[in-house]
DNA sequence: GTGAAAGCGCTAACAT
DNA sequence: ATGTTAGCGCTTTCAC
């Protein structure tokens, strides 16, 4: 059943149905009322290709995902941010088509999704340090909203981003005051911008508290569970006089490898070893009063994904307005989960 | 640019350059060359809206999640069975839609996908026993692929599975043969079939040996992380000589906080207690001999993923051949990891 | 308040 | 081998 024979069946010309189903003011109540009535009846569905085609906007927002970085999705973390813009779309009338662009052929692909006309914006996960994509979007015209930022500065694009450094300086000053000398830190791939926050937010509290960095105690790798495995078992197989006591992990994937190692080196988090964890959402730990960590609650990485959304639509709609940036703050969480936090 | 401008600067009708673009066979050799050159000179990318309004197809798949199964999404299973996908679609001109149907408005929401147009077939995640979507679907015509199964018998719609049966079978039988009596099972809600097929396949072990089945280590709830906890937690607290020794886990999430009970308790997962975790891949497992676990590598899963993709595409290339069903054997690994083995 | 006609950008039957 | 024409299903002037 497509808006003809809908409008055939009614003794109306498609225009008016069109008119009616759109709610255009200049169609009488009457008659709007009957064609509404009649679609319902006839199961009609608007020709999701055609319309777009007519009116030039898709009603799809792109989320763009580098292939090569699959930790990414695997990540519950990104699924949260998902769930989360899929139901603004929801929401207003948008679908969520997920492009995952096999590196190398970046720009070609960028261009193809503008230029198809496939999607009416889009957002960009996983942005490196000064993402080329960025200009590349800018000079296609394409709406976006990047998740996480490429640069301290830019305000020239909209991002939606939290304060890794803020984040981080907290977590480093809580293990400080806990006691905690020898801090190691598992950190993400610091061509990251997320990632290089995170690292000056760690110096900034060792650096304010004239607390010493023991280089052999830093690490920067992909968020893999092998590496938290890895480092963690190769640090604590140190004595106990020199090896870390205190633990900063950038996210709950790294935790999954590094709990094992400390399970296996017969310690117990909040004992021996006190772990801080940056995006970790367990919900059993949330009573205990003696493992500090630092949460992104699920339901707040879910409230970036809207916010994001919510942006892009905004964007989509007034084209004119210049970027907008969203810093979100995160909240140090000592076993117990209290306010919104989100993670990149 | 579009076609019509680029067929007027080669002074070639639109028809001619869409042919070349195509590759049909028709189109002179010479003449495909110089409308190729300039397609790729002057950015020409094809509208697909309006290629999809003519043609009749989208090449758009959609991968259809009930929005209240979160867990799902945020399962590393799930993404990783859309990774495997999208390789597919790449691969094949196809795109992704994510689409997560809010419960209840089921009906209308497949009919919208369907009637909208804007999807040439689905790929539905997380069926339940018996699920109504099977029938929606087919009664509106729409190409599809379960990822899982709804019933045991059912022959007339294609799905693509894991042998959930066998797998827990000889999961519990390698329990059994460690010499534990003793075996709890912490299955995911047994309204979903995998759920029900993986209890078939422990009871068969069980019973065949003649073993007892213990009614209060028998549990059945949705796949978290704090389900895992609280129940190993509790089961653990009981003494030594009553409480079980072999774990049988329905998942990695569920692991995760079995885990952590365990840890808590003191116990060392391989030596007091005995854990067999199904859709495992915990990379630092593979060189321990002292884990016995059952394990579906990421890759595999991804496999499936590629494979449930392949046979959606077959099924719109050609939708007279009939439906088409594939269970994939998983392989018991015991500390270390070896062939294909997937999940639900 | 309603309708006729044109057009969005492409493909496909039917010429030639 | 190339062009002409019609049409996919909708929206949007423009006219009445």
Chains 1, 2 share one sequence.
């Not at 679908?95 to 995952?100: A, D, N, W």
């Not at 909203?145 to 301290?152: A, T």
């Not at 935790?255 to 909040?270: F, V």
């Not at 969203?326 to 919104?340: H, K, Q």
């Amino acid at each position: 059943m497509n808006l003809k024979q809908l409008a055939e069946n009614l003794g109306l010309s498609p225009t008016t149905v069109s008119r009616a189903l759109n709610d255009y003011p200049e169609v009488s109540e009457v008659t709007r009322r009957r064609v509404k009535k009649a679609a319902i009846q006839n199961n009609y569905r608007p020709n999701a290709k055609a319309m777009s085609l007519a009116t030039g906007r898709s009603m799809v927002i792109g989320h763009i995902l580098p292939l090569d970085a699959k930790n990414d999705i695997v990540n519950p973390i990104f699924s949260e941010f998902i769930v989360g813009a899929s139901q603004t779309y929801s929401e207003n009338g948008y679908q969520l088509m997920l492009s995952m662009v096999p590196e190398g052929t970046t720009n070609q692909a960028y261009r193809n999704i503008a230029s198809k006309g496939s999607m009416d914006g889009v957002i960009v996960h996983s942005p490196i340090n000064q993402d080329p994509r960025v200009n590349l979007l800018q000079e296609i015209g394409l709406p976006f909203v990047l998740h996480g930022r490429i640069s301290d500065e830019d305000k020239n694009y909209s991002w939606i981003d939290v304060n890794n450094k803020s984040a981080f300086e907290q977590a480093t000053q809580l293990l400080l005051d806990l006691g905690h000398q020898r801090i190691a830190f598992l950190n993400g791939e610091e061509q990251h911008h997320f990632a290089q926050r995170r690292r000056m937010g760690f110096k900034s509290a060792m650096q304010s508290t004239k607390t010493a960095i023991n280089p052999d105690f830093q690490f920067s790798e992909p968020m893999t569970e092998e590496y938290g495995y890895r480092v963690t078992k190769s640090l604590l197989s140190a004595p106990e006089k020199v090896r870390p006591s205190g633990l900063l992990l950038s996210s709950y994937v790294i935790a999954l490898g590094a709990r094992r190692a400390i399970h296996e080196a017969g310690l117990q988090m909040g004992k021996e070893v006190s772990v801080i964890i940056h995006d970790d959402e367990l919900s059993y730990f949330q009573n205990s009063e003696t493992v500090p960590q630092f949460t992104a609650t699920r339901s707040s990485v879910r409230d970036a994904g809207l916010q994001a959304a919510d942006m892009l639509l905004k964007i989509i709609k007034n084209p004119d307005a210049g970027p907008e940036q969203r810093l979100l703050e995160c909240r140090l969480t000592v076993g117990s989960s209290t306010g919104p936090c989100i993670s990149n």
